[in-house]
C-alpha cells in the first residue's frame, strides 16, 4: 500500500471526530478488522469526507497505522532508515520520529522496500523492522526503552522470501513477482 494511499485512510479513520475508539495494534483493538464505532455515515457527501490534512514525509513502506488518543503511530522510511513516526491527528505535524534501523530491501528486490508491520501501541509503543528489528519507544517522546535484533540477539530469522536471502530463490521469485 503507497504511503499517499495509507494517509488518506488514515484521515478517513480520523474522520469528523477524534474521540472516536482507539485502534491501537494491526486490525484494530480485537484483531479481527471489526471497528464497533456507532453513527457512521451510511453514504458519504457529494465529493468525499472532508480533507483534514494530508502528508508526503512517510517514505515507503506497508505499514498500517495504529490511533491510540490523537496520536497516529506508523512506520516508514525517512533518510535511507526505517522509522517510527507518531502524527499528531488534529494537524498531521509530526511529534516524533524514531529510529526502526536499515531500510528492508535485498538484491533483486524489485517489489518491496521499507517496513511491513504495523505498530502496537499500550503503554509504549513497539514496532518491528524489516530486518528484524524490534524496538519499544515510550509513547510520549519516541525515546528508545529497549531494542532487539531479532536474528542477531534471539536467533531468529528474517523473511527468507525478501532479505532473509542474498537472493530470493528463483521458484519464490517466479510465484511472486509478475512476468
Given amino acids: 500500500m503507497s504511503k499517499r494511499l495509507c494517509a488518506a485512510l488514515i484521515l478517513v479513520m480520523c474522520g469528523n471526530s477524534l474521540l472516536a475508539d482507539d485502534w491501537p495494534q494491526f486490525r484494530g483493538p480485537n484483531r479481527d478488522g471489526i471497528s464497533a464505532e456507532k453513527g457512521l455515515l451510511k453514504k458519504w457527501p457529494q465529493g ?3 480533507l483534514l490534512w494530508s502528508t508526503d514525509q512517510l517514505g515507503t ?3 498500517g497505522p495504529a490511533i491510540v488518543g490523537d496520536t497516529i503511530y506508523i512506520a516508514g522510511t525517512k533518510e535511507n532508515r526505517e522509522c517510527t513516526f507518531a502524527i499528531n491527528a488534529k494537524d498531521g ?16 528486490n524489485s ?3 521499507g517496513p511491513n508491520s504495523s505498530p ?6 513497539i514496532v518491528q523492522g524489516g530486518f528484524g528489528d524490534l524496538v519499544c519507544y515510550q509513547k510520549t517522546d519516541g525515546k528508545v ?3 532487539k535484533n531479532l536474528p542477531k540477539d534471539l536467533a531468529g530469522e528474517v523473511n527468507p522470501i525478501g532479505g532473509g536471502l542474498d537472493e530470493p530463490t528463483p521458484w519464490v521469485g517466479a510465484m511472486l513477482l509478475p512476468h
Fill in 93 to 108: 505535524k509530526v511529534a516524533w520520529t524514531g529510529d526502526l534501523g536499515p531500510v528492508f530491501t535485498w538484491r533483486g
Fill in 61 to 63: 513502506g506497508y505499514s
Fill in 145 to 147: 526503552l529497549w531494542q
Fill in 120 to 125: 502496537t501501541v499500550g503503554q509504549q509503543v
Fill in 111 to 113: 517489489w518491496n522496500a
Fill in 48 to 50: 468525499g469526507p472532508k
